[in-house]
């Protein structure tokens, strides 16, 4: 065993996000399609001699410390699956943003079950750690595998995706977040009286991935919970419509929003893109991204 473990795991945007009728069981059923960039998590993870499961941040990000936060609740399920006595502490350090519709929270998750992992010389893997993932919440498997995958049912089952090259990604985030439920509640109501088919993943993006062609791939994104999103925050819509006036090859919101993530030609396109959302004085903080890169891995260790 060793007593220390560092684990940095990326955000993700969401491709595609098609969105199923509302079933029994509360969930939609989803046809989406994952990658993750360049914005890091950092999770270091100290083995207690106490029992109980501590989360510390880093004091300016307000992330809970209780059971509502998801590395908290990952934590639990992997001390009780695998019988540790041991207490966990949690140090979190944040870049992806709360609440931003970039799976920050499932990514503190997915990351805790890698780290106790490595902790604990469990050897699980990657298949095991994302099934112990989809208890805690639909996104958490995704933010250990990383890279571009399908995910169907809950958007929890994975599938990865052949990607070719590096996306170059203009993300416009906001300084409040909005509440996942409360998007696909919205989501529901604007399609009320509405026959929502099955959703299917689109094989043209796929294409356009396995091509590594940018410009098609901006064409193709496609999210449903984005109408839900821009009627719980219409700035959303100005920000959309000026990232597509200047230049980006196609603009989404990220999973529930309220993030934008809009895609730029190469890495001087990015940085144009950039100092354009900046000086347009409707985002206030515009950060790059680049995508595809792998899910949560322990960075260092110490025994
Ligand atoms: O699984 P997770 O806790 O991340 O989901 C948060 C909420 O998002 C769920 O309680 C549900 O309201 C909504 N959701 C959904 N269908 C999905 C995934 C999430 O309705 N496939």
Redesign the pocket.
Known sequence: MIDRAVVRVPGKINLQLS?GP?QKD?????ATVFQSVSLYDELTLTVLDSDEIVIESDGKSGIPDGKENLAFRAAELMRRSFEIESGIAIKIKKEIPIAGGMAG??ANAGATIVGIDSLFGLGLNRNEMEKLGSE?????PFTISGGTAIGT????RITPVLSRGAYHWVLALSSSGLS??AV??ECDRLREGMDIAAPHVSDELLQSLTHGDAKSLGKKLVNDLQPAACSLKPALRLILDVGIDYGALGGIVSG?GPTVAFLAENEEHALDLVVALTSSGVVGNVVRAQGPVPGARVVSDRT
Do not use: M, Q
Not at 136 to 140: E, K, L, N, R
Not at 153 to 156: L, S, Y
């Open positions: 969105v509302l509360g969930y939609h059923e989803l929270g499932s805690i919440g639909a996104d958490v049912g809950r958007g929890d996942t439920p696909y509640n529930s």
